[in-house]
T-cell receptor, first 114, second 114 residues
Framework: DTGVSQDPRHKITKRGQNVTFRCDPI?????LYWYRQTLGQGPEFLTY????????KSRLLSDRFSAERPKGSFSTLEIQRTEQGDSAMYLC????????????FGPGTRLTVT | GDSVTQMEGPVTLSEEAFLTINCTYT??????LFWYVQYPGEGLQLLLK?????DKGSNKGFEATYRKETTSFHLEKGSVQVSDSAVYFC?????????????FGSGTRLSIRP
């Protein structure tokens, strides 16, 4: 399977704990995006990378959130001191150079904060 | 800011019925418009797109026409099948040549009865 993969698929954590999610984009896609989707809503943009550079962050991305893409391939999204309001599906997408709007989405990581 | 409004669901139809899911948008520039589909247990998939006014996107029997005068991008299919049951998201990208974050509507759940 050469699609976007995300790990883990599900994560249950207690409030106050830190969590980290991983995204592996389609190889050779230079852009990588993170979105968050809550129940009954469409995905909301969080941040995006072009290669290893993080070029835009939404105001939804509080100081507790950090994302990296150190070698321009996989990316990690870390949430520190999780809150119940962080419970959501976290989606990763990638797109090839020159076709930024053709974003291919992964299956998502569902986070539940208890 | 830019936004997308789509008809609320759920929408329930019988097999072979005609489908319309309404979508309107607000954007300051000249966005590209999309329909994404999310089948049960799967990730978001790009269904079709249109990049300029009067363009018609089509795929798998679905069609949508970019109407600048009415700021609409309604999704239609002449004869739906049970396999079309999914959640459909209307979306836009306001900067098709750069970052291209996608702004999604809230989704419309479609259920097709055999």
């Amino acid at each position: 399977d050469t699609g976007v993969s995300q790990d883990p698929r599900h994560k249950i954590t207690k409030r106050g704990q830190n969590v980290t999610f991983r995204c592996d984009p389609i190889s050779e896609h230079n852009r990588l995006y993170w979105y968050r989707q809550t129940l009954g809503q469409g995905p909301e943009f969080l941040t995006y990378f072009q290669n290893e550079a993080q070029l835009e962050k939404s105001r939804l991305l509080s100081d507790r959130f950090s994302a990296e893409r150190p070698k321009g391939s996989f990316s990690t999204l870390e949430i520190q001191r999780t809150e119940q309001g962080d419970s959501a599906m976290y989606l990763c997408a990638s797109s090839p150079q020159g076709h930024a709007y053709e974003q291919y989405f992964g299956p998502g990581t569902r986070l539940t904060v208890t | 800011g830019d936004s997308v409004t789509q008809m609320e669901g759920p929408v329930t139809l019988s097999e072979e019925a005609f489908l319309t899911i309404n979508c309107t948008y607000t954007a300051t520039g000249y966005p590209s418009l999309f329909w994404y589909v999310q089948y049960p247990g799967e990730g978001l998939q790009l269904l079709l797109k249109a990049t300029k006014a009067d363009d018609k996107g089509s795929n798998k029997g679905f069609e949508a026409t970019y109407r600048k005068e009415t700021t609409s991008f309604h999704l239609e299919k002449g004869s739906v099948q049970v396999s079309d049951s999914a959640v459909y998201f209307c979306a836009l990208s306001d900067r098709p040549s750069s970052a291209s974050k996608i702004i999604f509507g809230s989704g419309t759940r479609l259920s097709i009865r055999p």
